[in-house]
């Protein structure tokens, strides 16, 4: 059920994504309760001509460093494939 739950939510976010002229990132670095280094990335999107921020991805990092939080910020666009012209 949780997975069929995370893709429901992975579809709308790609549509949401497919439909906005324009897409801002936000990230933010935390910690979890286990001390664990997370990278929060949110979307700032248009939205029936709204614009709107919404929940990206939270996504484990092995440190705090400016290469290593690149890299996930670029895996994110990657995966979920769209231009940088946005």
Do not use: C
């Not at 994504?17 to 990132?25: A, E, K, Q, T, Y």
């Not at 935390?30 to 921020?53: C, E, F, P, W």
């Amino acid at each position: 059920m949780e997975d069929a739950l995370s893709e429901a939510a992975n579809q709308e976010l790609d549509k949401l994504i497919s439909d906005s002229p324009f897409i801002g990132l936000m990230v933010d670095e935390t910690t979890d309760i286990s001390v664990y280094k997370k990278l929060i990335i949110y979307l700032k999107l248009t939205i029936n001509g709204r614009a709107a921020i919404v929940f990206g991805e939270n996504v484990e990092v092995a440190d705090g460093k400016s290469n290593t939080i690149f890299k996930a910020i670029f895996d994110f666009v990657k995966q979920k494939t769209f231009h940088l012209r946005k």
